[in-house]
């Protein structure tokens, strides 16, 4: 045995040999000085933080790398990954006008006929009074008859007219807890996002669906950065995932009251965004898309007080010298007026909000004007502001105003 063990010895020894020259020479000790000036390593010995928020400096850890990035964002008041709002939307039932609303859809050159009984409206004989002529004309009603398939309807006064029910958006802005610390809004169409703030960019794909992705109409966005490009502001509302405020809306957070404001409430009307902002106790408690009045009837910018509430109100009127532009709108709802002839109210007749397009009025959807009237008191602040100072604040410039 002690033979066959010596021989096996041997015959590795001599593998060795052979195998030596085949193998790279082993590494020679390396000792590293760290003598001051030395090192290239800057801070020697210490270690990165876990990836967090540091808005103070951290005694034992540095926090670079991903920690850089989340503090960087919290000191812009964002969190990453987003907190979600403390926000819902306000009871639906809000969004169930007071009134039943039917559409005029006679030409808009031609007057319209009131009459008194469904006969004389069907055979168009003996009208009692008429709607003149105009480009948007809705009236309330409390019932319904189809004769030879055309829309009637009856007046709340018991008078006939040809009109057709109409529907009208059901959307609604966020009511919250407390106020936000992050940025927030909405979009205004479905968009495609873009991979980066500009024009020049392609929007996303969703890999695992191969398909684009659209962010929806009328959908919250949280906000996680701001970048002003192509002369546009544009939003992060995610991992490479841009839009431009020709398409969102943001809310521009501020607890505190404008200049002028005595108390802890008021409502703020964004005449750039297009946003309207209430804030109670200094606080944040609800915030919502509206449309404002288009050049050059524009809302008003100044400090005002809501004068008068009605829960219906007809509003009716023409700018031009011919009145081609007449508009009448019965029972109006939820009207707060706060500027001569400005008002806060809900509008039935429109489809969009987030876009001027009104005569001086501040347009808000049922659901939105509801919980407002539920709020307001006469005597609250309306403080209506453009942050871009496009909108002329000269008050001769202003007539009445309008719906």
């Not at 996303?204 to 684009?212: D, H, N, V």
């Not at 969009?352 to 347009?363: A, D, E, M, Q």
Request: charge should be negative; proline fraction near 10%; include cysteine.
């Amino acid at each position: 045995m002690k033979f066959r063990a010596s021989i096996l010895g041997a015959c590795l020894a001599l593998l060795g040999l052979l195998v030596a020259p085949l193998l790279p020479p082993a590494p020679a000790a390396v000792t590293v000085q760290a003598a001051s000036g030395s090192s290239t390593e800057p801070y020697p010995g210490e270690t990165l933080c876990l990836p967090d928020a540091y808005l103070q400096t951290p005694a034992n850890c540095l926090p670079l790398g991903p920690s850089q990035t989340l503090t960087d964002l919290a000191k812009q008041g964002i969190s990453y990954p987003p907190l979600p709002l403390p926000a819902s939307k306000p009871p639906f039932d809000l969004t169930v006008s007071p009134v039943q609303i039917a559409k005029i859809n006679l030409a808009n050159n031609l007057p319209v006929g009131i009459f008194s009984t469904l006969d004389d409206a069907v055979a168009g004989t003996n009208p009692v009074r008429q709607i003149a002529p105009g480009v948007t004309r809705y009236v309330s009603y409390i019932a319904t008859q189809r004769v030879n398939g055309k829309p009637y309807v009856e007046l709340a006064s018991g008078e006939w007219v040809r009109a057709s029910p109409s529907g009208y958006p059901t959307f609604q802005g966020l009511q919250f807890r407390q106020t936000p610390t992050s940025a927030f809004g909405w979009m205004l169409d479905n968009i495609q996002p873009y991979l980066a703030p500009g024009f020049a960019q392609k929007g996303t794909l969703i890999p695992q669906k191969q398909q684009e992705y659209t962010v929806p109409k009328w959908a919250v966005i949280q906000i996680e950065d701001i970048q002003t490009v192509d002369g546009m502001e544009w939003y992060k509302i995610g991992e490479d995932e841009w839009v431009p405020w020709q398409k969102a809306r943001r809310v521009r957070v501020n607890t505190t009251p404008p200049k002028g404001v005595t108390g802890d409430r008021w409502i703020e009307v964004n005449l750039y965004d297009q946003t309207v902002s209430i804030y109670d106790h200094r606080q944040l408690i609800f915030a919502t898309l509206m449309a404002s009045g288009v050049e050059p009837l524009y809302t008003r910018p100044g400090l005002f007080q809501i004068q008068s509430k009605y829960k219906v109100y007809t509003i009716e009127g023409a700018f031009n010298a011919d009145r081609s532009d007449y508009y009448y709108l019965q029972d109006v709802p939820w009207t707060m007026f706060f500027d001569e002839g400005r008002a806060l109210h809900g509008a039935y007749w429109r489809a969009w909000f987030g876009y001027p397009g009104t005569h001086g009025c501040v347009n808000l959807s049922i659901g939105d004007s509801a919980w407002l009237f539920q709020w307001a008191n006469v005597g609250d602040w309306v403080y209506v502001w453009d942050p871009s100072g496009q909108t002329p604040v000269d008050p001769s410039l202003y007539g009445p105003g309008g719906a």
